[in-house]
């Protein structure tokens, strides 16, 4: 018994490794890609959205605004609201963002569905007429597809697995003269297109959600 457990922790390293590049293996396809994530990243490589707006409110007209902000966007978004927390100068809560809908269909009917669902954190800090917004902690869920693509993990990388591995998949159609082999590198053509597409639809969304938050907390009573 204490050799079958010596030999567990001998090999669990090589073990978590070759799960890892197991997971990663569509990274190698093409790394220039990298450059073009749209959510903004810390010197750490972690998703952060973060800015200081100036209003004519007092901090605790910021503050029950912030607090009517987390309760409408459950309506205007379709989104879920997590983990409140709320003190005399600060709100936090995690927001699930649905993006997008599918229909699929089941032997009892069709089914609407969400493509895909951004997770993050948002912090809403108030002082007297200004406060500060972040938003961390991004983590994208999405539909699974054939092959190596992953369907869940932070948002940029998330994507750049995704793409990597249609990527990958489509190069090796492209290396077969066959004709099935050239009507699936069309289909994995499309397949790149539609998840270019999903990721931007992604990226708009939180931009959308974030211009209402702005908006939202800096309001006056009157509108203005």
């Known amino acids: 018994m204490k050799r079958f457990f010596f030999l567990i922790v001998l090999f669990s390293p090589f073990l978590c490794s070759a799960q890892w590049n197991l997971s990663q293996r569509a990274f190698v396809v093409d790394t220039s890609y990298q450059k073009q994530f749209l959510f903004p990243e810390d010197s750490a490589g972690n ?19 912030s607090k009517k902000f987390a309760s409408e ?61 972040t938003l ?19 948002s940029n990388i998330l994507h ?12 090796a159609y492209s290396k077969k003269s066959t004709k099935l082999a050239q009507e699936n590198m069309a289909k994995k053509d499309k397949e790149i297109i539609k998840e270019k597409a999903q990721y931007e639809a992604e990226y708009k969304s939180v931009l959308l959600f974030i211009d209402f938050l702005e908006k939202s907390c800096s309001k006056s009573k009157s509108g203005f």
């Open 47 to 65: 998703i952060l959205f973060m800015k200081v707006i100036k209003c004519e409110l007092d901090a605790n007209s910021i503050l029950n605004n």
């Open 73 to 133: 966007i459950k309506s205007r978004f379709s989104c879920g609201v997590n983990d409140y927390f709320v003190n005399d100068n600060s709100l936090t809560f995690t927001v699930q963002l649905p993006v997008g809908k599918d229909v699929y269909t089941t032997p009892v009917g069709a089914f609407s569905r969400d493509i895909s669902k951004v997770k993050f954190k948002l912090t809403i800090e108030v002082k007297e007429k200004r406060f500060r917004y």
């Open 136 to 154: 961390t902690d991004f983590y994208t869920h999405r539909r699974m597809i054939r092959g190596e693509a992953l369907s869940e993990g932070q």
């Open 160 to 171: 750049f697995q995704r793409y990597s591995a249609l990527l990958k998949e489509r190069k």
